[in-house]
């Protein structure tokens, strides 16, 4: 019989279990959809035309987010990059 | 003249004495209080102005109260607590010192009624802020305290000559509504433009902040551009230059935060785009905007300095701020993840946290305006807020990755600050009111309508889910351990351009004079005057030689001379010569005068 102590796997936190993780997605997706169906009910006092465009504010967020990801990654970064030891030199 | 209160600020200042001998828990009483006893002296003070002192046929105004200074002095008084209360435990006089003296020079400058008050004050704020970042003792801190010194003594100048030309301008040296038109408007404008970091002229503070001491750096995050916010909104409301530079202020930041790796430099960039809003709002000039300056930098000074306060203590109890670094931190460090996130939904502008209340006020103002490109670009900035403050900075420091650093939770009176901070962040999102009742103008902006929750709830949760889904597709950029160059390349790799080229020239220069006058000439003086006759003899015989062409006669004549010089049997002494050519020189130099 083996009597060697075996560490077992430490154990995740609640936070980060793969089943919180899961109910938090889907919690996420059900709060993006009752936030687009409230728009319908929700009344705005629009200044601008497009403000009143369904979803408008939910697309602007979401193609700004990426524009500014992907601008900042591939069109921003490979020009001002430098190794960490650029100044010392 | 109020006999029963101090100048605004002067308690503070005066405070840094005892603070900096003080030592224990005498010290840590002495640092709350004063900010508390500072705040209910300015309280004290009616309207109007107090403090008059003569000053060449002028009047220096050393407390001009109303509803515009007022409210920054009280913002400034609860941060001033917030910050020495986070920083209870930091035992060096510097520190607690020029904490002190910087938050009273900045209640100072709001107050100051006079262009020469403020100026003093404004180069107080200057030299005690640089203590805050050189006191980290760092050779990186060190040099960046000097660019910091640097760039603010400049535009001190700048400002100098602006205040004396506007001076004799005007006649007078009060300080109100300047508005752009003459040269010296422009000078001070622009002496106030590099406090806010305008753009181009912002590379100073990504550069400094984030080598400041970890308590350093909350105190900074609030006064110098708060301070500058406040006198533009004082002498240039309305001013249009100032709607284009907010908005570029707004949006060129964020790109730059997307791929910043040290954290805290993420929060310097936030930093930039939060005060873009503010000079967006000073630019439009109207009621409505200017209240959205003000109650937005209200809220900003809360949440940026929570935010501030939760990466200094990461930073205090790993040694790390790098997002390479951290990750995974929320196990060790809960009750500072949890208050970085009510930092980060503030300054996102969620529902319910404070950003929400004063930025909207801003974006109605400029709707309102039909600035239709200025509110596109602050709708795209405020998406992008929540990218690099809302979520990199949490997730970055608390979840990500592991970085298997298992610490203790930050010291008790940093748990404290940074959770009176985040009450407020709350306190003012759900009941704005009380910010509204302090503003310059009365207002009736209600941000809590149906529309206006699910709109802005809409942005910020739609873009999160672009996270998301980036996170998960793998398509998110990675943090990379590098640094990204700015515009203080210039100033980094100028300095050093312009040593290498004083180095080449100036001192290749010195050297050839050295070589010069120091050794050959001197060297042929002294052979000269050892044997002059014979040397003037030589110099005639050598002309004679060119003249005549005879070297052989030339020759038998020199070792005659000669001869005759070291036997002394010249026939005429070197005495006498040197007599002659001091006598001939001094003709010379009588008849030139």
């Known amino acids: ?89 | 003249m109020t006999a029963d209160a101090f100048p605004p600020g002067l308690i503070l200042i005066l405070a840094a004495v005892p603070a900096a001998l003080l030592r224990g828990r005498l010290r840590q009483a002495w640092m709350l209080l004063v900010p508390a006893l500072s705040l209910c002296n300015m309280l004290a003070l009616p309207d109007g102005n107090h403090f008059l002192l003569p000053f060449f046929r002028q009047e220096l105004v050393l407390a001009r109260v109303d509803r515009l200074s007022v409210v920054f002095g009280i913002i400034f008084h609860i941060i001033a607590f917030i910050a020495n209360l986070y920083a209870l435990k930091v035992e060096d006089r510097f520190q607690n010192a020029a904490g002190l003296v910087y938050a009273g020079a900045a209640v100072g400058a709001v107050f100051a009624g006079d262009l020469f008050t403020l100026f003093v004050f404004w180069e107080m704020m200057t030299l005690s802020a640089t203590f805050l970042i050189m006191a980290r003792r760092t050779e990186k801190s060190m040099a960046a305290g000097f660019r910091y010194f640097m760039v603010h003594v400049v535009s001190g100048l700048c400002l100098l000559g602006g205040i004396l030309l506007q001076v004799n301008d005007t006649g007078t040296v009060a300080f109100g509504y300047i508005g752009l038109g003459t040269l010296s408007s422009w000078l001070i404008f622009i002496g106030f433009g590099v406090n806010s970091a305008w753009p181009l002229l912002h590379f100073w503070l990504p550069d400094a902040y984030p080598e400041a001491t970890v308590t350093g750096a909350v105190f900074l995050s609030a006064f110098t551009t708060k301070t500058a916010v406040y006198v533009l909104a004082r002498a240039y409301p309305g001013t249009e230059a100032l709607i284009w530079i907010g908005a570029a202020m707004t949006v060129f930041p964020i790109f730059f935060a997307v791929i910043e790796n040290n954290l805290r430099r993420v929060l310097s960039y936030s930093l930039i785009n939060q005060v873009g809003f503010m000079m967006v709002g000073i630019g439009i000039g109207t009621q409505l905007s200017l209240n959205g300056t003000v109650s937005h930098a209200f809220s900003h000074i809360l949440y940026k300095a929570l935010l501030f306060m939760s990466m200094g203590a990461v930073l205090h109890q790993t040694g790390k701020i790098n997002a390479t670094d951290v990750g995974g931190l929320f196990r060790s460090m809960p009750w500072t993840c949890a208050f970085c996130i009510v930092g980060a939904a503030s300054i996102s502008a969620f529902p319910l946290f404070s950003g929400f209340v004063s930025k909207s006020m801003v974006m109605e103002a400029a709707a309102l305006g039909d600035l239709r490109l200025v509110w596109f670009l602050m709708l795209f900035a405020s998406a992008g807020v929540l990218h690099h403050a809302g979520i990199k900075i949490p997730f970055s420091a608390f979840f990500s990755h592991d970085s298997g650093i298992r610490c203790k939770e930050a010291p008790l009176p940093m748990l404290l600050a940074m959770g009176l901070a985040a009450a407020l962040c709350i306190g003012i999102g759900v009941f704005p009111q009380p910010l509204y009742s302090l503003l310059p103008y009365p207002t009736d902006f209600q941000p809590y309508t149906a529309g206006h929750v699910v709109s802005q709830a809409q942005l910020l949760l739609f873009a999160a889910l672009a996270f998301a889904l980036m996170l998960l597709s793998g398509t998110h950029p990675p943090e990379i351990r590098a640094i990204n160059l700015d515009v203080d390349v210039l100033t980094r790799m100028g300095g050093r351009a312009f040593y290498r080229l004083a180095d080449r020239t100036l001192n290749a220069l010195n050297d050839w004079a050295d070589e010069a006058v120091s050794h050959r000439l001197t060297r042929r003086i002294a052979l000269f005057f050892r044997m002059p006759a014979c040397n003037v003899q030589r110099l005639g015989f050598r002309a004679l030689a060119l003249l005549c062409g005879n070297h052989a006669w030339m020759k038998e004549k020199m070792s005659l001379s000669e001869a005759r010089c070291e036997t002394g049997a010249h026939p005429v002494g070197d005495g006498v010569l040197r007599a002659v050519l001091f006598l001939t020189v001094l003709t010379i130099l009588v008849l030139i005068w």
């Open chain 1, 1 to 89: 019989m083996n009597h060697n102590p075996v560490n077992p796997e430490p154990k995740r936190p609640p936070l980060i279990r793969q089943r919180t993780l899961k109910a938090m997605m889907a919690a996420f997706a059900a709060v993006l959809g009752a936030l687009l169906l409230a728009e319908g009910w929700a009344h705005r006092h629009v200044i601008f035309p497009w403000e009143e465009w369904y979803g408008f504010y939910a697309a602007f967020g979401f193609v700004a987010y990426v524009i500014l990801v992907f601008v900042a990654q591939y069109v921003l970064r490979p020009i001002v990059i430098r190794d960490e030891g650029y100044y010392d030199r």
